[in-house]
C-alpha cells in the first residue's frame, strides 16, 4: 500500500516541464525525504482505522444494515432477481458483500470492515491530494480534518456503500489529475475505469464527473492548458457503459418517494452534519474562505478550481433535481466531504507558525461529543441484535413467528440462525423466492386457520417500536392481532429501539 502511495506521491511532486511554459507557475518542489511519502498518508490513514474500529462491533444492524445482510445471505441468482426489481443501485454492493461473508463470516463487525477499511482509504487519499494541490502539512491536515469528521466516521460503521463511494470518488479524484497532468489515453481510461468503479457502487456519485468537468472549465479560463477532450470522452464513456444500470435504477424511482424537496435549510444541515455541528461548522467554513482567498495554485488545477466545484456542484445539482423529482439525501452526497476537508485545509495551512495544529486540535475536541456519542450503542437508530438475543433467549421448539408489516421480515433476514428456527406461520413465498424484502403471504383467512391449528401454541409477534393497531391495519394484519388477542395469553412483551416482540401462548 505505502509503495503505491509514494508512486503517486512521487508524480504529484514531479512537474511536467510543459506545465511551466502553459501557466508560468513555478516548479512543484520535489517529493522530499521518502518518509514522508509513508506518514502523510500513513497518519490519517492509520488514524482513520483506529476510529472505524473504535466502537464498530458494539453496535446493532440498523434497518437499513439488515437489509445489506439479508440480501448477502440469499443465492447469487435470488441477489440479481432482487436487483432487477429493487435497490439497483447497490447491485454490485450486495454482490461484494455476499463474496465477503462466504469469506469472513456474517458478525456486524465482518460486514463493516469493508467500510472501515474504505474510510481508511478515503483519508489517506484526501492526504494526498493535499501534498498534491497545496503542501506536505496541507495534505496531512486535509487528511486529518476529513478522519475527525463525525459524519465520515458514522458511515465507517454502517454495512452500506457509502464510506465505499467516498473512497472511490478520492480515487476517481486523483485519476483525474493525473489525466490533466499527463493528457495520455493511458491516464483517460484509468479515470474512465475509476467513474465507472464508483457509478457500480452509487450511481449519483457520478455527479463528481460534473465537478471535474467544471474544475477543467476554471482551469483553461485561467490560461492552463488542459486535456478537455479527453477528459470530457472519458466522462461521457463512462456515462455509456453504465446507461444500462441507470435505465433499470430509473424505472424504480418508487423507491425514492418518501423523500421531500430540500430547500436551503438542508444545505445547512448538511454542512452542520459534515462538519460535527455548528460550532465546527462556522470553523470550517471560515478556513474554506481563507483557503479560497489565499491559496496558490499548485500544478494545472489548484485546489480552489478543484475542491468547490467538488463540494458544491454534486450536491446544487442533486437539490435541483430533487425540485421537480425528489431524490437528496445527505447521505447520497457524502462523496463531496473530502473536498470540504480539502477546503478547509488551504484556509487553516496558511495560518502562520503551524498554528493549524491549534485549529485541528479545536476542531477535534468540538466534534468529540458527538464521536463518543455515535459509538453508544443506545444512540444507534435501531436494536435488532438485542430483538435476535431475546428471541433466542425465550425461544422454545416449535414457536410460530409473523411479522407486521411484512416488510418487518427483513430482520429475520437478517439473522437467519435465530429467525429461521421460528415458523413463518404466514409466509407463502420467501423474501428471496419472491425477489424482493417481505415475501409473500396467504390470504387473512388462511393465516387465521394457522393460527387457530391446535399445534400452534406459541407465537412471536414482531412489529415496530410505535405499536399498530385500530382501523389504520389492512385486513391482512388486522387478522394477525385480533386472532392472537382473542385466542392466546400474551406472555411478554420486549421493546427495544425500533422493534418491538410480543410473546402470545394458549
Not at 319 to 344: F, H, K, N, T
Amino acid at each position: 500500500m505505502f509503495v503505491k502511495i509514494e508512486q503517486e506521491l512521487a508524480t504529484a511532486a514531479r512537474p511536467d516541464p510543459a506545465d511551466g511554459v502553459r501557466s508560468g507557475e513555478r516548479r512543484m518542489p520535489s517529493a522530499g525525504p521518502r518518509w514522508r511519502a509513508a506518514v502523510v498518508p500513513g497518519v490519517p490513514g492509520l488514524a482513520a482505522l483506529a476510529m472505524g474500529l473504535w466502537g464498530a462491533g458494539r453496535l446493532s444492524w440498523w434497518r437499513d444494515e439488515a437489509v445489506t445482510a439479508g440480501v448477502a445471505h440469499r443465492p447469487v441468482v435470488d441477489i440479481l432477481r432482487f436487483v432487477a426489481h429493487l435497490d439497483a443501485v447497490h447491485a454490485v454492493y450486495y454482490l461484494f458483500i455476499h463474496c465477503w461473508m462466504s469469506v469472513f463470516g456474517a458478525s456486524e463487525l465482518s460486514l463493516r470492515l469493508p467500510s472501515i477499511a474504505a474510510f481508511a482509504v478515503a483519508a489517506a487519499g484526501t492526504a494526498i491530494l493535499g501534498w498534491r494541490l497545496l503542501s506536505p502539512s496541507g495534505g496531512l491536515l486535509a487528511g486529518l480534518l476529513y478522519t475527525a469528521s463525525p459524519f465520515a466516521n458514522h458511515y465507517a460503521h454502517e454495512a452500506r456503500s457509502y464510506a465505499l463511494v467516498t473512497a472511490l470518488t478520492v480515487v476517481s479524484t486523483i485519476l483525474f489529475l493525473r489525466l490533466v497532468e499527463s493528457g495520455t489515453r493511458r491516464s483517460a481510461a484509468a479515470y474512465g475505469a475509476g467513474l465507472v468503479a464508483l457509478g457500480l457502487v452509487h450511481l449519483f456519485a457520478l455527479l463528481v464527473g460534473a465537478a471535474h468537468l467544471v474544475s477543467l472549465l476554471v482551469a483553461r479560463r485561467n490560461g492552463v492548458g488542459v486535456p478537455l477532450r479527453r477528459c470530457f470522452g472519458a466522462v461521457t464513456c463512462a456515462a455509456l457503459v453504465l446507461s444500462p444500470l441507470v435505465a433499470v435504477a430509473a424505472s424504480q424511482r418508487d423507491v425514492l418517494n418518501w423523500l421531500r424537496r430540500p430547500g436551503w435549510t438542508d444545505a445547512w444541515t448538511q454542512m452542520k452534519a459534515f462538519a460535527g455541528g455548528s460550532a465546527t461548522a462556522w470553523l470550517l467554513i471560515a478556513a474554506v474562505v481563507g483557503g479560497t482567498a489565499l491559496a496558490r495554485r499548485r500544478g494545472p488545477v489548484g485546489v480552489r478550481a478543484l475542491a468547490l466545484p467538488w463540494l458544491v456542484v454534486p450536491t446544487a445539482t442533486l437539490m435541483l433535481i430533487s425540485q421537480v423529482s425528489p431524490c437528496y439525501l445527505g447521505r447520497y452526497v457524502i462523496g463531496s466531504l473530502p473536498a470540504l476537508a480539502l477546503s478547509a485545509a488551504a484556509g487553516l495551512v496558511r495560518l502562520p507558525y503551524r498554528a493549524w495544529i491549534i485549529a485541528l486540535v479545536t476542531i477535534g475536541v468540538l466534534a468529540a461529543p458527538r464521536q463518543i456519542a455515535q459509538r453508544r450503542p443506545e444512540n444507534w437508530p435501531d436494536h435488532l441484535r438485542e430483538a435476535a438475543a431475546i428471541v433466542d433467549r425465550y425461544r422454545h421448539d416449535g414457536d410460530a413467528i409473523v411479522y407486521l408489516p411484512i416488510n418487518r421480515r427483513a430482520v429475520g433476514e437478517a439473522y437467519p440462525e435465530t429467525f429461521h428456527r421460528l415458523r413463518d406461520i404466514a409466509m407463502l413465498r420467501s423474501p428471496a423466492q419472491a425477489a424482493d424484502l417481505g415475501g409473500t403471504e396467504v390470504d387473512a383467512a388462511q393465516v387465521v386457520s394457522r393460527l387457530r391449528d391446535r399445534a400452534t401454541t406459541r407465537v412471536w409477534l414482531m412489529e415496530g417500536q410505535t405499536l399498530w393497531r385500530g382501523p389504520s391495519l389492512d385486513a391482512q394484519n388486522r387478522a394477525k392481532v385480533e386472532t392472537l388477542e382473542r385466542d392466546f395469553r400474551q406472555t411478554g412483551r420486549w421493546q427495544v429501539r425500533g422493534l418491538t416482540l410480543t410473546l402470545f401462548a394458549r
